[in-house]
C-alpha cells in the first residue's frame, strides 16, 4: 500500500534499524522502544491487522512468528521475552500494517493477562 509507512519500512524506502530480513518477512527496531529491546516484526506485504490475515496470507503472518526467537537470542533475550500484536483502536493500534511487537531486556513487570 502507497501511503503505509510500514510497507515502506519494508521496502527500504524509509530508514530503520534492521534486525533481519527475508523474502517475506522484515524486523526492525522501534523508534520509541518501551523495553530496553524493542523491536517490530512485520510482514513486507501489506497485511492491516490480525483481522486481515486469512487462508492467503497465514504463512507469512506465521513467518513472522517463526523468525521471532532466532533475533531475540541474537538479541540477548536470554530471560525471555513478551510478544504483543494490537489490533484496532481499543488495543491501540495506531499503524494500520500487521506488526508483532517484541519487548524485553529487563523483567517486564504487570501483565495484562
Ligand atoms: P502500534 O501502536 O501497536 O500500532 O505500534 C506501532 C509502533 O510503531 C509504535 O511502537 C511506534 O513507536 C512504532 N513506529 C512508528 N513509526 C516508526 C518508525 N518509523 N520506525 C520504527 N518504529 C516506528
Ligand atoms: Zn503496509
Same mark, same amino acid.
Do not use: W
Given at each position: 500500500?502507497?501511503?503505509?509507512? +510500514?510497507?515502506?519500512? @519494508? @521496502?527500504?524506502? &524509509?530508514?530503520?534499524?534492521?534486525?533481519?530480513?527475508?523474502?517475506?518477512?522484515? @524486523? +526492525?527496531?522501534?523508534?520509541?522502544?518501551?523495553?530496553?529491546?524493542?523491536?517490530?516484526?512485520?510482514? /513486507? =506485504?501489506?497485511?492491516?491487522?490480525?483481522?486481515?490475515?486469512? @487462508?492467503?496470507?497465514?504463512?507469512?503472518?506465521?513467518?513472522?512468528? =517463526?523468525?521471532?526467537?532466532?533475533?531475540?537470542? /541474537? =538479541?540477548?533475550?536470554?530471560?525471555?521475552?513478551?510478544? &504483543?500484536?494490537?489490533?484496532?483502536?481499543?488495543?491501540?493500534?495506531?499503524?494500520?500494517?500487521?506488526?508483532?511487537?517484541?519487548?524485553?531486556? /529487563?523483567?517486564?513487570? =504487570? /501483565?495484562? &493477562?
Amino acid at each position: 500500500m502507497s501511503d503505509c509507512i +510500514f510497507c515502506k519500512i @519494508a @521496502a527500504g524506502e &524509509i530508514p530503520s534499524t534492521c534486525l533481519y530480513e527475508d523474502d517475506t518477512v522484515f @524486523a +526492525f527496531r522501534d523508534i520509541n522502544p518501551q523495553a530496553p529491546v524493542h523491536f517490530l516484526v512485520i510482514p /513486507k =506485504e501489506h497485511i492491516a491487522s490480525m483481522n486481515d490475515v486469512n @487462508a492467503e496470507n497465514a504463512a507469512v503472518a506465521a513467518h513472522c512468528l =517463526e523468525v521471532i526467537g532466532g533475533i531475540a537470542e /541474537k =538479541e540477548g533475550l536470554t530471560g525471555g521475552y513478551r510478544v &504483543i500484536s494490537n489490533c484496532g483502536p481499543d488495543a491501540g493500534q495506531t499503524v494500520p500494517h500487521l506488526h508483532f511487537h517484541v519487548l524485553g531486556g /529487563k523483567p517486564l513487570g =504487570e /501483565k495484562i &493477562i
